[in-house]
């Protein structure tokens, strides 16, 4: 099974196992990995599971399309950056094993 490492904004590091086609935030959900809050449930209308992709695999999991309801959301987070993904939008396949994602210092 594919594993997401989520790093916590003060270092620590939870490498989870997430079934494929499984979206990254509920695979923080479904093992408790704090700092993501996922307040809408995955529906895409909240942006509290905003996550930074690493460098290293936004080839693999790419940027929200423009005019997209994610990008759109993304407005509202905080601290985006160039690598910010909602991670409700991010599902989990076999080319993700591995995938890298850190954590803001807050979802509001």
Known sequence: ?????????NGTAHE??????????KGAVNNG??????DCGG????????VYVDDAWLARTGLPQPGSMEESMLSFAALKE??????????????????IVRLPEGQH
Do not use: W
Request: aromatic share 4%.
């Open 82 to 99: 160039a690598n910010s993904r909602l991670s409700c939008q991010i599902a989990m396949s076999e080319a993700l094993d591995g995938l």
């Open 43 to 50: 529906e895409c209308a909240c942006a509290t599971c905003h």
């Open 33 to 38: 990995v704090p700092g993501i809050d996922a």
């Open 16 to 25: 989870v196992e997430v079934p494929v086609g499984l979206s990254v935030m």
């Open 1 to 9: 099974m594919p594993k997401v490492t989520y790093i916590e904004f």
